[in-house]
């Protein structure tokens, strides 16, 4: 009893002792996939950051301290890497080691495995067309980093699965997905604007929402999409439903998050991450 009210004591310590906030202690992980949390200092203006020449977010942690929160892409060997500041300060990083499982899919549609010519050009140009959307890097804090779950229902496959279709492998799991039943409404997980509306050919009827600071949600298969470019969302309003257009096996809701550019783990965002 002694033992363990020591143990708990020395543990309440360590957390309370700790220099870093609530945002760093949910969103650092820096693995590839995944995200690190750097600490600019305080002062104003806002320092502007940049990683491999692309902005990052830079938000305040609980009042006092500027801090970057750097998407660190899915590509990325581990090692150490560069954040640059506007002020000419570089701050390092270590990307440490993780291990994504295989995932095996059977597809009847042999066409979504080796797309046709005339696919190859389609999904060449939608391929584009999503990544300018990535791109967007617009002002203004995000309404919330720690995320809500745009539906309720339990995670299904994790993100950045290597995935065999037919035994041939092909791109990451970009996402992470829910089992929801086909219809279900599927919510802005932060405020947003609608900044992409599509339907392709690997992610059917597709929807992006830029949150801020490059922080984009995307979410695909829809069997319903409920609003337009340049609409305006509050959290939590609903933008389409769950569906399974595109290359997908049965219904389900696939949620992209992105940071400068690069596809990170949602699961990070709404306190599920697991090594
Ligand atoms: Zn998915």
Not at 74 to 79: E, N, R, S
Not at 119 to 129: F, G, T, W
């Amino acid at each position: 009893m002694m033992r363990s009210l020591l143990l708990l004591s020395a543990l309440l310590f360590s957390l309370t002792a700790h220099a870093e906030g609530f945002l760093t202690r949910l969103l650092n992980h820096p693995v590839p996939g995944g995200v690190a949390v750097l600490n600019l200092g305080d002062g104003s203006p806002p320092p502007q950051a940049s990683f491999n020449s692309k902005p990052v977010m830079v938000v305040k942690e609980e009042g006092t301290r500027w801090i970057a929160v750097v998407g660190i892409d899915l590509k990325t060997l581990p090692g150490e890497q560069t954040l640059r500041v506007n002020d000419g300060r570089t701050l390092s990083f270590t990307v440490q080691p993780k291990r994504y499982r295989e995932q095996h899919i059977k597809l009847a549609n042999k066409r979504q495995v080796n797309p046709l010519a005339q696919d190859l050009e389609r999904i060449n140009r939608e391929l584009a067309e999503q990544n300018k959307a990535y791109a967007t890097f617009t002002p203004g804090t995000p309404s919330n980093l720690l995320l809500d779950r745009p539906v309720s229902g339990p995670l299904s496959s994790p993100f950045g699965l290597r995935r065999f279709f037919n035994g041939e492998e092909r791109n990451p799991h970009s996402g992470l997905d829910f089992a929801a039943r086909l219809g279900t409404p599927i919510k802005a997980p932060a405020a947003g604007t609608v900044i992409l509306v599509g339907d392709y050919f690997f992610n059917g009827r597709t929807v992006f929402i830029d949150h801020g600071q490059g922080f984009i949600s995307m979410f695909c298969h829809l069997s319903a999409v409920d609003v337009k470019v340049g609409d305006t969302l509050t959290r939590g309003a609903v933008l389409g439903k769950v569906g399974m257009t595109g290359r997908a096996t049965g219904p389900h809701m696939h949620w992209n998050v992105s940071l400068n550019g690069s596809r990170v783990d949602p699961a990070i965002f709404i306190g599920a991450f697991t090594l």
